[in-house]
């Protein structure tokens, strides 16, 4: 995939190359897939967080000699996040960049309402699989066996990276996709939204539950016996650990990870990482010895 192909047929963009690579796909500096592909980088801060196979960077004039030592090609514009999208928004209307298409499948013993909305394309349902009234599952879901849904959750839907085009506020469009691996347990009116990226996936672990009002954002890792409490908000891309408890109405802010056996305790804001077996409490969260 070559990106300035895709600028090509965007109307009202000024870019300039330098040493383009060809790329596999797009993500962030910091998060991506294990193929090479293009990022974007708008502030100084970010450079040290660039992973290797980030081998394209979109970026402002004044970072791109440091980026260009750095080994990466370039493409030099004015506002880096907002082309960024731009061009992830553009490639997500070409077949070619979504995800290969199947018809949904279902397998033995399920009970699922008829009252359920099951999108007819990239749905696959494992087997004794519970899908409660009024769910609604959209493109590129996975559901494993033992898993129960309860009723008014929605599970794969577009979630929200902003961007601004001229000042207006843009949500990119999500292609990405939603794993619920066995034995997990999704309450009442739960939104799991689907990777932003194709090669994203959100992912919710073996004997997880998510319950009742709860948020998961695109990308976030939940992993396995975890338990992630009521009105609690995952905010995308964050990794939570096995056997981490998320307090109710606690919130996770984007890009952390919380590591096995962390807890979050109820109604605190985790805007760092929490550790291996850490307890944190409050707004911000921090980090208590509590017997």
């Excluded at 294990?34 to 100084?44: L, N, Q, V």
Aim: glycine share 10%; charged share 20%.
């Amino acid at each position: 995939m070559i990106i300035s192909k895709v600028l090509e047929q965007i109307e009202d963009i000024k870019y300039e190359v330098i040493n383009e690579r060809e790329v596999m796909a797009l993500g962030l500096c910091d998060y991506g897939p294990d193929e090479s592909y293009c990022c974007f980088i708008s502030s100084e801060k970010y450079l040290q967080n660039v992973k290797n196979n980030a081998v394209l960077v979109i970026t402002k004039r004044e970072l791109a000699d440091q980026i260009v030592a750095m080994g990466k090609g370039v493409i030099i514009v004015d506002h880096p996040k907002e082309i960024f999208f731009r061009v992830h928004d553009k490639l997500c209307q070409l077949d070619t960049y979504q995800r290969p298409y199947y018809s949904m499948e279902i397998g033995k013993d399920c009970k699922i309402s008829p009252t359920a909305i099951i999108s007819k394309d990239n749905v696959k349902i494992g087997n004794n699989v519970f899908i409660d009234d009024y769910v609604v599952i959209k493109s590129n879901v996975t559901i494993n066996d033992n898993v129960n849904i309860r009723a008014g959750s929605i599970i794969g839907g577009q979630n929200y990276q902003l961007y601004r085009k001229n000042g207006i506020v843009k949500c990119a469009i999500h292609v990405g996709g939603v794993v619920i691996r066995s034995n997990a347990d999704i309450g009442y009116n739960v939104t799991i939204g689907k990777g932003l990226y194709p090669w994203d996936d959100t992912i919710v672990g073996e004997n997880t539950v998510i319950a009742d009002l709860s948020a998961l954002g695109h990308g976030c890792k939940v992993g396995n016996r975890s338990f992630v409490c009521v009105s609690a908000v995952i905010n995308g891309r964050t990794i939570i650990g096995d056997d981490v408890w998320v307090g109710p109405r606690a919130v996770v802010s984007n890009g952390l990870h919380v590591e096995d056996g962390g807890f979050v305790s109820i109604g605190s804001v985790a805007i760092r990482n929490v550790k291996e077996g850490e307890k944190v409490f409050g707004n911000p969260a921090r980090a208590m010895f509590i017997e």
